[in-house]
């Protein structure tokens, strides 16, 4: 299954071999009229474009990951990683792809700044890798990863970009991932080690942290589906890589804020608005559980130091490995949430799920389709927003956003990237934003996925979303139409430029 089939059925029943009929949910539901000439269902109107208008200091940004863009996967002194290991094996990346050179970035990250500066960005979000901080994922602290990094938060502030800084965005060093990888709970305490020794290095200059990266998908997607790092499946693996992870993230919370009581600490957590299929009560339930699996399974425990009601008949805890007194652990006093937002979903009742789950996500195709196969719904990020703000109250950055098109240079005018799709796509994603925000959501940023056209996972090339096109044969950067369209949003403040 790759991660577009995933995504329209991402639920956990997914595992238990359960079947799904996006056409019969779509019969069930009442479509507005549309049709050639109209509007597609779910944009956003132009006087609503118009109102649009976001605060002086509003963080614009864009964000990648070091796996995605870096390359250089044996430079310096750097171990291996799972996605190193997994993607060197054929067949699991589509074309054979490997991130080996990726954008270069490791190297080119001069250049690439240079761009942010050029658009007017204010913020940037990156992550270190942490085979290249710690080899073998334990002890031994490579100084040359450490040195590489200061270097390039140093060239960010000098562009007065605010560093955003992602300390795990799913490359674990392989050496890890031979002792058991996330289901091992002794990973919780080497995960701390390694935030405090980051922290120590760089937290003189970065103040904004986000732990981890969509820790849903990672353990969903690496030890319960088996489509991402490591490739591993079962429910149980995953139940217990996703235990871990909290409990890294509480601990690795203690050890960031001890070294800097100024830390800005949060997570980039995967969200999606899930809307019942019908009004019954079966269905109302399943999109509670959907929304306490997908959405918030990382963050109440953080919060309030328990899990959410996401399985019919209880919490699995004998199969996670919990243990008495884990609830502290897993706790974290957040400072913000980041919302990675891409595409809502309809949940239906679903019996007989392995554990209880007991839902069916489905991604509709009501809005455009995306080149991988995801629809557009601006609303969505208006109703998520709003969502988890009135939920918990805490300040909002959006971590990713975007979409892959596959626009490239014209052939005749080779330095213009005419790419209208995706700067339809922010503009109207950022238009539901600031309606969000306007009906009192505490928004502090956005962060556009991405800025550059990078290696996306299990898809390999093939899906381009970056609002900088790069010829991978030569590394050339070309800021397509929507980048320069960003940089005047970012420069004004308001969408209508
Ligand atoms: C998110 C990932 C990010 C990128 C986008 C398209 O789930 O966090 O690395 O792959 O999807």
């Known amino acids: ?208 942290w986000a732990i981890f990266n969509e820790p849903w998908v990672f353990t969903f997607l690496g030890y319960g589906i088996g489509i991402h790092a490591p490739g591993l499946t079962g429910i149980d693996g995953f139940l217990k890589a996703a235990h871990t992870v909290n409990l890294a993230q509480g601990e690795a919370y203690r050890a960031m804020r001890a070294v800097s009581a100024k830390a800005k600490i949060g997570t980039a957590f995967s969200m999606s608005p899930g809307a019942p299929a019908t009004d019954s009560t079966e269905d109302v339930a399943a999109a509670r559980r959907f929304n306490a699996v997908n959405n918030v399974y990382f963050l109440d425990t953080a919060l309030y130091g328990r899990y959410p009601d996401a399985f019919e008949g209880g919490i699995p805890y004998k199969k996670m490995g919990f243990r008495e007194g884990d609830g502290e652990i897993m706790k974290a006093k957040l400072d913000w949430m980041g919302i990675n937002y891409y595409n809502r979903h309809i949940i239906s009742y679903a019996k007989d799920a392995e554990y209880g789950e007991n839902f069916n996500a489905v991604m509709p195709h009501q809005g455009p389709i995306t080149y991988n196969g995801w629809e557009v719904w601006p609303r969505g990020m208006y109703d998520i927003v709003t969502q988890m703000w009135k939920t918990y109250k805490l300040p909002i950055e959006i971590t990713e956003n975007g979409c892959a098109y596959s626009d490239g240079p014209l052939s005749d005018d080779p330095d213009k990237v005419p790419d209208a799709r995706r700067t339809t796509f922010y503009r109207e994603h950022l238009a539901e934003l600031a309606r969000a925000m306007r009906d009192g959501a505490d928004v502090r940023g956005y962060h556009a996925w991405s800025i550059l056209d990078n290696f996306e996972w299990a898809e390999g090339y093939s899906q381009r979303f970056g609002m900088t096109y790069i010829d991978f044969r030569t590394e050339k950067r070309t800021i397509k139409d929507s980048g320069h369209w960003y940089g005047r949003v970012s420069a004004a403040g308001r969408l209508d430029v």
């Not at 200061?150 to 674990?172: F, G």
């Open 1 to 208: 299954m790759d991660r577009r089939r995933f995504l329209i059925n991402s639920s956990l029943a997914a595992m238990g071999g359960m079947t799904f009929s996006r056409y019969m949910l779509g019969a069930q539901m009442h479509w507005p009229p549309h049709g050639p000439g109209m509007p597609p269902p779910g944009s956003v109107s132009e006087a609503e474009i118009k109102a649009a208008r976001f605060p002086k200091d509003f963080y614009w940004g864009t964000a990648t990951a070091a796996y995605q863009v870096e390359g250089a996967w044996t430079a310096d002194g750097k171990g291996e990683s799972i996605w190193d290991r997994f993607s060197h094996v054929v067949g699991n990346i589509k074309g054979g792809d490997t991130g080996d050179v990726a954008c270069d970035s490791y190297y080119r990250y001069p250049e690439d700044i240079a761009i942010m500066q050029q658009l007017h960005q204010k913020s940037v979000r990156f992550s270190v890798s942490w085979p290249r901080i710690q080899p073998m994922g334990t002890g031994n602290v490579n100084q040359k990863g450490l040195d590489h990094y200061s270097k390039v938060v140093d060239a960010m502030l000098k562009a007065n970009l605010r560093p955003m800084c992602t300390l795990y965005h799913w490359d674990l060093p392989q050496a890890l991932q031979d002792k058991g990888g996330w289901p091992n709970r002794d990973l919780y305490k080497y995960f701390a080690d390694y935030a405090e020794i980051v922290t120590k290095a760089l937290g003189d200059r970065v103040d904004t």
